[in-house]
Each structure stands twice: as C-alpha cells, then as structure tokens.
C-alpha cells in the first residue's frame, strides 16, 4: 500500500483537460495520432520530400517545446471471423471463404500505432538530468500558474505544425481527445497504456513495475537499448536507406533510413524519437563558450583539438545556412514475458541498429528516468545528459517515415496479403480508386509470363468478385477456370467432338421482348455467317433481314408452341418470309434469299454445324452469373470462332445494357489474341470505353507485352482504358523492361516495386507476389497466398487438376472432393 501511494505521488501528469496533458510542472502536452504512409510505397523523391516537410514543421514550433513521437509495435494475430463466413454453410463460395479464414487465423503480424506528442516547458523550467527526475522526488508542487496566453500561444504553433504535415500529402494527424489520453472505465488510455504495456484492445489492468536491476512490468522483462551519443551515431545519414532484399542491380528498392528501427524490427517494441528545441541563440553562445575552452586545451591533448574542430564546424554550419540546432534522442523499448527471449532480443535490436551503421547503448542505471520520461506529457523531465546536439535536418532523419500496409475500409474487394507478415488484407482496386478520383475507370490489364500465378491471381480475383454479387463472363484459352466455374455452379462452354459447343442466341427470356439491341446483335450474327469480312452489307439487305427478324418474332408471339432457335428461324425464311418477299415484289439483285439460305443451310438441323446455334439448355445467360466460354479447340477455326465471339459480345453486351445496378465484368484471357485477327478489335474497343458506364468492368490478361504492340487497336485501347495495372513476376525482363514500362507508363517507382517481386519470399510460406497499380498515383506489392481449398479450386498443373477430378467423382461433389483432398494435404 505504501507502495502505491508514492506512485501516486510521484505521478507527474496534473490533469488531463481540454484535451490536453497539464504536468505538475505546468508544462503542457498536445497528443496527435499519425497515419503515415505505408513502407514500400515511396519513391527516392518523395523520401526527400517528407523529410523537408518535417523540418519545416519541426522548425516552427517555438523554443522550449519538446517533440516526442512514438512508435508502438505490438506482436498481434489476425482473428479468424467465422461467424459471418459460415452464415451461408452450404453456399460453395462460402466454404472457400471459410477455408481462407481457418488458414489465416492466428497469423503473426506487428501491429503499429503512431503517436506524436509536442509539448512546452514554462519559461525559467529547470532542466532534467539523470540525478533530478521527477522519478525521485517526493513532491512535486507547480512552480507557476499558466497564464491562459500560454496555451493559446502554443496551440497556434502546434496547429502550424500539423498543417505543414497534413499539406505534405503523406500523412494524417487526429488530435488525441480527452478519453484517448487519460482512459475510459472501460478503456485505457495512452497514458495507463505505457505505464503497463498494454494493447490498445486490452482491458485496463494493474501491472507491478519494478526498476531495480532491470524493467520489468508485470510479466514482461524490458530493455531499453539508446542512440545518445554522438560515437554511437552513423557517420552518414539521409531521408531513406537501399532495402537490399527488394534491390536489384539495375534498381534500389527503397526504405525510410529508420524504419529497420520500426516495422522490419520484429519484437514487441516502442521507438521513441525525442526532439528538443531550445532557445537557439543561447545555445550559439554556449557552443561558442565550449569552443574557446576547447582551444585552450587543444595544446595538452589531440582529442581537445578535434572537438574544437567539430564545434567550430557545427557552429559555421548553424550560421552559414541558417540551421537549427537542437538535442536530440532515439531509444527501442522492448521487451517480452519469455525469460529465454532477452538475449534474443539483444540480438535483434543490436541487428536493427547496424542495418543503419548505429551502434546501440543498452541502458541500465539511467534506464529508468528514460522510460519515465517517456510516459507522455513528462517529456520535459527528460535527462538532458542522455542527449546529443545536432541539427534538425539530421535529427528527423531518425524519425520512423513508413507504417504495414491498411485495408481498405471500402465494403468491395478483394482479400491479399501484407507483404512482410501475410496478413490478410481487404484491397478494393475497383470502386475505392474511383471514388478517390484516382481512377476514371475500373478497366484492368493483367501481365505476367508463363509461371508467374498471373491464372491463380486472376482465379482469386475473379472467386472474389463473384462471391459479392459480380455478373462474371470469361473467355478462356487453356482450362485455366474450370475448377472454379464448377465449384460456383457456373456455365461452362467448351468444344469437343462428344459435346460440342451450343449456343442459342434467338432464344428471348419470357417476358422480354425483341429490343433494338438484339435484333442489332442477330444481324451481325446472320452477317457473320452469310457474307466474307470484305463483303459489304447493302442496304436493301439490311432492310430485308431487319423485316425478317420482325416477323420471325411476331410469329413466335403468336404461335406459342414454336421453340425460337436458328432451326425456327431457318424454316420461316424457307416459308413464310420467301412468300412476303414475293408478295412486296422484292428483286433477287436486291436481295438473294436463295444464296442466303444456302450459305446458313450448314447451320440447320442435321448440317455440318447444326448443333451450333440450336441450345436447348443453358438458355438463360442474361441471369447466369458466372459464365466461362473456353475457346482452346475452336480458336482457329475458321467458321465456328468468329459465330462464338459474336455470341460472347452479345451476351455481355446484353447484360452490361439490361442488368441496371449490378456489377458485371467480362474477363478475356490469351483469347482475345485471336479475337483480334477476327476483326473483333473494334468491339473489345467498344466494351473498355462504354463499360464503365454500366458499373462494369473489362480485363484483359496476357502473357507477352508483344502481344499488345502487334495490334495498335488493342495496344491503344486497352492500355489508355485500364488504369489498374496488375503485373507479377517479371524478372525475366529485368535488363528489357524498360520496353514494358514505356508503353504501360509506368514510372521509375513502379518499376522498382515491380521488379522486386518475389525476391525476398517467405520460404516457410507458398505464395507469389503481385503488383497492383491505380491511376499511376496509388502502387504496392502484395502476397497472393491461399488455403490449400481454394489453391486446389485455383490450380492449372494438370496433375493437380486430375487429382482433384478423381477427387470429385470419389465424394460426389467439387466441394467434397476439394475438403478431402486439401485434408490429406495439410496432414502429410
């Protein structure tokens, strides 16, 4: 008991009022949490820039302020949410999720918060020293009343300061209210939070503190490792340091020059970065004291003479380019419960602080007035024989720039990981971005060679689209979807000599009628089949086939008992149109019925291709949403693959016109090569400009960059209409990629992240990696790692593919197969 009372005593925050920390001492504390910009996503120029907007910042805080900003890095785990992916238990897509959550739960990540507090000491405030913490007294009575001018006075510097950083563009600060800093019942506060080391999302709770010997706060052992001294301190230092794991010969992947003291040092660990702004005319002159002192002394010892030298240079510095001299401290609290642990912990911190050319101080006697200082709003009672002087430029290189990657609050999206931990995180890359203005369309292009997961990436995509709510239509070369379209329930169409491919594209919906739009498409379709691609329409024969459609439906309309198919609409040419032509004397030079019912005769009944065009089934494609139309054995056939590609624009077409507020995405893979040839390029150029006005999106995925250049319609269409950009594994191209970046527009930073891909992967872990670019403005690299249900849901090797087919006939189902496979898997 007696105990607690003097740490009640001792306390040296008065009151927490106005949203502010008011010490025993008057000096008081503004208390801000940063959003920062998220590691691996600045370019070397930007670097630059950040740091520039720190020390203006930095440089219009008054004198006798302090700034402290703190990093917190907890060890945390992704919490599984199983209830709200098995609401729907039997839905297919619904296992594939539940099997994504089971895979991440309990995944390890560092979990950061940032926080900055700036304070002001009163005027005639002694300073602290190791010897006079406030740790030691046992009172503490306020040595002046603040004056109300005071805190206004220091309130307009300090919203100066967050403007200059908010206005950088690379940050976020929300002033910390009342209840943040103090604590709620229920709640902790900033202020209870590092007194006991708790997580944000922990209940309040009473922790021992013990300082003797060591730090250690309930059943966590802390250790508190500084950078304090100038010897200790790098020789070099900048805005940002080369991440050698990202590097490549020809680019340097780049890091902020402290964040091997942040979010790459993986432990349980805060990073304090102290700031202290005096008045600088009156450290001038104290300097300049010091340097005479020194050079009287330079004759009895060398080491007087340098530090005559070095003052004289620090003090030309301050004068000449009009520097701001400061004191400065950095220090990693870290600790941990596990007793084995602390030398580990040694290790890593020591580790961290080379990675920068530093050399840690462990601190042991003065550990405690340090960590006491930290708690905020004591920063005034930090020792000032634990600082070092220096400038504000070099001292914000120390300042922690970067933070892990965010999910998107958005509710669309799609689930991928955090690149350093794996964590799962929710991307949207379609309505977010153009909700921003960061993006004008939703249109993407996927590239990546052969291996890289560019088919498993688009898999995934796609499951993730179609699961919230998205009309899917894809037009494939090589099986790459078949697994998936099963697993969801989707139409699959496909060719081969058993089941060839059908279609019935006369077929209307009841209720529907016969609107320009179709008959415009069945035009073009009959077109197709009647006449060569350098034959030219004439008008007569235009108007001929517009009556013949008009009539042909009219008929089904009143004749209940005809199917509307080609083999319908055939015979009614055959009949009743023949008569009408007759009837209205229409000329065969003006239209040639006969040469037109012997070019589509193939198409009828039992011809050549009578199968084609007469579907009974899977009729109803409008309202179908996953639909996969695989072209692999018809791409180069000369009659079939210009009909089928017809029928797949009509088909989107028709759903991108008539499903009002519903998203629909049309996704060609390596297709759209040969579609192309057809003379289908003006219609792809049709559907990337037209479809972001009806909440859709198109894609194109391929695997060369020559593939886009050999055909200027599609080269100019889709790369100047897709402002995603979705690149995988590319270092085979790493000595030509410069060919790729000129043509997508991708710009030096773009080209850094995208070569850094893969090069550093998790050998413990099976993923690939993946770059994602929007507008050109927003680029990060994320992981593309899966449970072993959806892998197998996803895979093209085909030995998986078989694996899981026999799978599928052993249980009876696609689902069961997949669970039992996936079992066997993760038990071996």
């Known amino acids: 008991m007696a105990s607690s009372i003097e740490i009640e005593k001792m306390f040296p925050v008065y009151k927490v009022e106005s949203d502010s920390i008011i010490s025993m001492f008057g000096d008081i504390t503004f208390g801000y949490e940063l959003t920062l910009p998220e590691i691996f996503t600045l370019s070397i120029s930007e670097y630059e820039s950040f740091h520039q907007a ?42 594939l999720s539940g099997a994504s959550e089971r895979f991440f739960n309990e995944r390890p990540f560092l979990k950061h918060r940032c926080y900055l507090f700036l304070s002001k000491k009163p005027e005639g405030r002694r300073t602290a020293n190791s010897a006079f913490s406030n740790l030691f007294r046992r009172s503490i009575v306020p040595p002046q009343i603040l004056k109300e001018s005071f805190i206004g006075d220091f309130k307009d510097k300090a919203n100066q300061f967050a403007r200059i950083l908010i206005d950088s563009g690379f940050i976020k600060m929300t002033r910390l209210a009342a209840d943040e800093l103090a604590g709620t019942t229920g709640k902790p506060g900033i202020l209870e939070r590092y007194c006991y080391l708790l997580n944000d999302s922990e209940q309040a709770t009473i922790r021992d503190i013990s300082l003797k010997d060591e730090i250690k706060i309930g059943t966590q052992s802390c250790q508190l490792f500084s950078l304090s001294e100038v010897e200790t301190l790098p020789s070099l230092c900048g805005s940002r340091i080369n991440f050698d794991k990202y590097s490549t010969d020809k680019t340097k992947c780049s890091i902020g020059f402290a964040s091997p003291l942040g979010g790459l040092l993986n432990c349980n660990h805060i990073f304090n970065q102290y700031i202290f702004i005096d008045d600088a005319t009156q450290t001038l002159k104290q300097l300049e004291a010091k340097r005479l002192r020194l050079q009287s002394l330079s004759a009895y010892s060398r080491e007087n003479a340098i530090g005559r030298d070095a003052t004289h240079d620090f003090l030309n510095e301050a004068i000449s380019q009009q520097r701001l001299p400061i004191k400065a401290h950095f220090n990693i609290l870290a600790w941990t419960d596990k007793s084995e642990q602390k030398n580990e912990l040694k290790t890593l911190v020591s580790a961290a602080m080379a990675q920068i050319d530093a050399t840690p101080k462990q601190e042991t006697d003065g550990a405690p007035q340090i960590w006491w200082a930290g708690l905020p709003g004591n920063e005034a009672e930090f020792p000032v024989n634990d600082t070092f002087d220096t400038f504000a430029e070099q001292a914000c290189c120390f300042l922690n720039l970067e933070t892990s990657y965010k999910s998107s609050l958005s509710p669309f999206g799609v689930r991928l990981g955090d690149r350093l931990s794996g964590k799962p995180l929710h991307v949207d890359i379609s309505d977010e971005p153009m909700r921003l203005g960061i993006c004008t369309n939703r249109n993407k292009i996927i590239l990546g060679p052969t291996g890289s997961g560019k088919s498993f990436f688009t898999n995934h995509m796609v499951r993730s689209y179609y699961e919230q709510g998205t009309h899917i239509l894809l037009v494939d070369v090589g099986h790459s979807y078949k697994g998936l379209c099963e697993m969801v329930g989707g139409y699959y169409f496909t060719f081969d000599e058993a089941n060839p491919i059908r279609f019935n594209p006369f077929y209307i919906s009841k209720g529907a009628s016969l609107d320009t739009e179709k008959k415009e498409s069945l035009k073009s379709l009959i077109l ?27 008929k089904i309309a009143s004749d209940n008992s005809l199917f509307p198919c080609f083999n319908t609409f055939y015979e009614y040419l055959k009949t009743e149109f023949t008569l009408e032509l007759k009837a209205d004397n229409v000329k065969e030079k003006h239209f040639d019925l006969d040469n037109l019912l012997y070019v589509l005769k193939p198409f009828y009944q039992d011809g050549e291709f009578g199968y084609l065009l007469n579907a009974t089934e899977n009729l109803e494609l409008l309202s179908e949403r996953f639909i996969v139309f695989e072209l692999d054995n018809i791409k180069d056939h000369p009659i079939l693959f210009p009909v089928v590609t017809l029928i797949i624009m009509e088909t989107f077409i028709s759903k991108m016109r008539r499903l009002k507020g519903i998203r629909k995405m049309i996704l060609i893979e390596e297709a759209w090569k040969a579609i192309a040839k057809e003379g289908m390029a003006e219609y792809i150029k049709y559907l990337f400009k037209t479809v972001r006005k009806h909440f859709g999106e198109a894609v194109v995925v391929t695997q060369e960059v020559e593939d886009i250049i050999s055909s200027e319609v599609i080269k100019e269409t889709i790369i100047n209409n897709s402002d995603c950009k979705i ?22 930073k773009e080209k850094v992240q995208i070569l850094s891909i893969n090069k550093a992967n998790d050998p413990k872990r099976k993923y690939k990696e993946v770059f994602i670019s929007l507008g050109g403005q927003l680029s990060k690299v994320y992981r593309t790692e899966v449970s072993s249900e959806e892998y197998l849901a996803y895979t093209t090797e085909e030995s998986e593919k078989l694996k899981v087919q026999q799978y599928t006939l052993k249980y009876g189902s696609i689902q069961k197969g997949i669970a039992a496979l996936a079992s066997e898997l993760t038990t071996k």
């Open 727 to 748: 690149l995988l594994d590319q270092s085979k191209y790493q000595n030509k990629f410069d060919t790729i970046q000129n043509l997508l527009g991708l710009t030096d």
């Open 528 to 554: 197709a089949l009647w006449k060569k691609e350098d034959e030219v329409l004439e008008r007569p024969e235009y108007v001929a086939l517009s009556n013949a459609l008009q009539g042909y439906y009219a």
């Open 54 to 95: 720190w020390i203006k910042a930095i440089k219009v805080l008054p004198k006798h302020s302090i700034f402290h900003k703190q990093d917190w890095y907890l060890e945390d785990q992704y919490k599984a949410d199983f209830i709200s992916n098995y609401k729907s238990s039997n839905a297919l897509s619904g296992f």
